[in-house]
């Protein structure tokens, strides 16, 4: 059973528009939201996280917003630019009683190309 | 500075080899993990080190064998592997929050991988 879904595979927007990336999870108990930018044949790049108690994060060009109640997040990148081309990753982590969280559950990504 | 490194870059080997991959970093981050990726799939944890103990093994196969020598070093020893075991394999850290409380802030930050070949 997927805990976090990326129902999108794939997106395409012109440079300079809005790109909205999309995340459900299934588990209420997920407190702890990232989403992460991998380009090919390297690691995951961390870009923007949110945690439960807020419903919208910022930073420059990529905002994150929580719905909790519809278990759904969204990225937004503001304006979007050619190389933000990338996949994202969706992933959510887990309050655990004895402290820190240690598994990501990852959404399978969705492939976002920004064209010129 | 976030920096995860690993190595080597990539990596081919045999089936009957013996082979490690490396990652460090020198972030004074407590919790250290490896991951294995295959083409369009999400990351699948392996293993999780906290305060250089084995925290989680994610019924990995013993021909991977994980070892943390110090904080900030961590090792993932392969041997016998399969041609189905190629793939990126990447090493992440986090702050490791502590217990007790809300530990929900462990932003884990991956290195850039080791693409690995069995043959």
């Known amino acids: 059973d997927q805990q976090v879904k990326q129902n999108s595979p794939s997106l395409s927007v012109q440079e300079g528009r809005i790109s909205i990336l999309n995340c459900d999870y299934t588990?209420?108990?997920?407190?702890?939201f990232l989403w992460y930018k991998k380009y090919p044949a390297e690691g995951p790049t961390f870009l923007i996280s949110?945690?439960?108690?807020?419903d919208k994060n910022e930073d420059g060009r990529f905002t994150v917003f929580l719905n909790k109640s519809a278990k759904h997040l969204s990225l937004h990148i503001v304006p979007s630019q050619p190389g933000d081309s990338a996949v994202y990753f969706c992933?959510?982590?887990?309050?655990?009683?004895?402290?820190?969280?240690?598994?990501?559950?990852f959404g399978k990504g969705t492939l976002l190309t920004v064209n010129p | 500075d976030t920096e995860v490194t690993q190595t080597p870059k990539h990596l081919v080997m045999g089936m009957t080899n013996k082979k490690s991959l490396k990652c460090e970093q020198h972030?004074?981050?407590?919790?250290m993990y490896w991951y294995k990726q295959k083409a369009k799939k999400p990351p699948e944890l392996m293993f999780v080190y906290s305060y250089e103990k084995l925290s989680i093994n994610e019924s990995v196969p013993s021909r991977f064998s994980p070892e943390c020598p110090n904080s900030s070093l961590l090792n993932l020893h392969l041997h016998a592997l399969q041609p189905e075991d190629s793939a990126l394999y990447l090493c992440?850290?986090?702050?490791?929050?502590?217990?007790?409380?809300?530990?929900?802030?462990?932003?884990?930050?991956f290195g850039p991988g080791t693409r690995l070949t069995v043959l």
């Open positions: 588990n209420s108990m997920f407190d702890y």
């Open positions: 949110i945690s439960s108690i807020k």
């Open positions: 992440a850290s986090s702050q490791e929050t502590g217990a007790g409380g809300w530990g929900g802030t462990d932003t884990q930050y």
């Open positions: 992933a959510a982590s887990l309050v655990n009683s004895g402290g820190s969280n240690y598994k990501l559950t």
């Open positions: 972030m004074g981050h407590r919790a």
